[in-house]
């Protein structure tokens, strides 16, 4: 079974740095991208970020190029999403998802890691 | 880039059918045959529905339909069921990166 695993909930302050992660699993991890949404609350789906295990190639959305920074470890079948200081505007739900190819849909989605920042 | 147009709420009663529209630019929508289509319930992450316009993933009703003219796309439910009420999403393929619809909260009545 194909399965994306997303770490766990998160609560932090502004200025704080966060990573947060996604575990692929039932599949050749290499052979997909991985790709972030944030969806904050109440709100809709915004597309940040994919990124490549197979060569680290990654694209950001406009709106989130120099805010967040996605990464892969293919050693270990894992995608990150940090942050080097996070906002109180940062507080949203991520979700992890797969695709084949950049232009490809998302076919299979983590079940989303709950990020709150607050002081 | 901006967001899909989206209509913000679509409704039908069971056994009806309800079309959501999804509107961008030649840059996105009418440039590439690359829409898709998001079914999320309350709490839920989203699901595929529909994918390069008309496309359906295995598992998916065929009550579920996608097509596009020009720069808008639309997503037909037909024979509404109560399970089908929740938010759809559009995402279209833009050159370098993606964008997502601003989402419709689809009423079944």
């Known amino acids: 079974e194909v399965q994306l695993v997303q770490s766990g909930a998160e609560v932090k302050k502004p200025g704080e740095s966060l990573k947060i992660s996604c575990k692929g699993s039932g599949y050749t991890f290499s052979n997909y991208w991985i790709g972030w949404v944030r969806q904050m609350p109440g709100k809709g789906l915004e597309w940040m970020g994919i990124t490549n295990p197979h060569d680290s190639e990654t694209r950001y959305s406009p709106s989130f190029q120099g805010q967040v920074t996605i990464s892969a470890d293919k050693s270990i079948s894992t995608v990150y999403l940090q942050w080097s200081s996070l906002k109180a505007s940062d507080t949203a739900m991520y979700y992890c998802a797969r695709l084949y190819s950049s232009w490809y849909p998302f076919d299979c989605w983590g079940q989303g890691t709950l990020v709150t920042v607050s002081s | 880039q901006s967001a899909l147009a989206q209509p913000p709420s679509a409704s039908g009663s069971p056994g009806q059918s309800v079309t959501i529209s999804c509107t961008g630019t030649s840059s996105d929508v009418g440039g590439y045959n690359y829409v898709s289509w998001y079914q999320q319930h309350p709490g839920k992450a989203p699901k595929l529905m529909i994918y390069?316009?008309?496309k359906r993933p295995s598992g998916v009703p065929d009550r579920f339909s996608g097509s596009k003219s020009g720069n808008t796309a639309s997503l037909t439910v037909s024979g509404l069921q109560v399970e089908d009420e929740a938010d759809y999403y559009c995402?279209?393929?833009?050159?370098?990166?993606?964008?997502f619809g601003g989402g419709t909260k689809l009423t079944v009545l």
């Open positions: 995402s279209s393929y833009a050159g370098s990166n993606t964008v």
């Open positions: 390069e316009v008309s």
